[in-house]
């Protein structure tokens, strides 16, 4: 079984893409499992750089091929300098709980919202260093959502927005979805497994092809 460290100390996070590449013969390592945390300056300007930092930190740490992964969060009808971006947790300087995190945000729909709800856009990006210390990046996005003013009464550690999040096709919490559900609104991320498949199992697949000549 390959495995792969995601950097991430978010354990719902780290939890992601588990099943998915766990069906293509790759475990999802988190740091919680290596007993290992550093401390990581995330000062890039992008997703991409953030991403790039962690997994470069915990590659050099651990020589585990290693996922890094950040996102960037944009609302509509907000003031620019209102706008989370990068900074998702961050806001006037303090680092919020989940709680406040869930607070904050509904009074931002509560106040600048239509019917108390905000269009949002996710903009991801992730990057792998793979046993050769190869790196690979990608990036999606995710705008098929809005936020609301009236919070689900689930929370999901780590993913406190969830709770505030609903689908457009369906009208339903990230919280309440089903696997049904997003196998109906193609939201699988499926194309994030094959990107970290490919760039993983490449090396693998070299030398089967060189046993097999």
């Known amino acids: 079984m390959k495995q792969v460290l995601f950097a991430t100390s978010n354990q719902t996070k780290a939890k992601r893409f588990r099943k ?3 069906e293509k013969g790759i475990e999802t390592l988190t ?8 401390d990581v300056e995330e000062n890039g300007k992008t997703a991409i750089e953030n991403a790039l930092i962690k997994a470069r930190t915990y590659y050099e740490k651990t020589h585990i091929p ?3 992964m950040d996102d960037t969060l944009y609302i509509e009808n ?22 406040e995190m869930i607070t904050y ?5 509560k106040k600048y919202g239509v019917n ?17 210390g190869k790196e690979s990046t990608y990036t999606w996005y995710k705008d098929n959502f809005y936020m609301v003013d ?3 009464k689930k929370i999901d550690p780590g993913y406190p927005l969830n709770s505030i999040s609903k689908y457009k096709q369906i009208d339903k919490y990230f919280t309440d979805t089903t696997d049904k559900d997003k196998e109906l609104i193609d939201i699988a991320e499926d194309d994030v497994i094959k990107f970290i498949e490919q760039n993983l199992l490449h090396i693998d697949n070299k030398i089967k092809s060189l046993k097999e000549e």
């Open 66 to 68: 290693t996922i890094g």
């Open 78 to 99: 907000i003031a620019d300098n209102l706008q989370p971006g990068l900074f998702v947790r961050r806001v006037n300087g303090k680092t919020l709980n989940d709680e």
């Open 31 to 38: 740091l919680k499992d290596i007993n290992i945390k550093l």
């Open 20 to 22: 998915g590449l766990l």
């Open 150 to 152: 009236v919070p689900s």
């Open 105 to 109: 945000y509904t009074n931002l729909v």
């Open 116 to 132: 108390g709800r905000l269009n949002c856009k996710w903009i991801y990006g992730l990057a792998l260093i793979d046993d050769e």
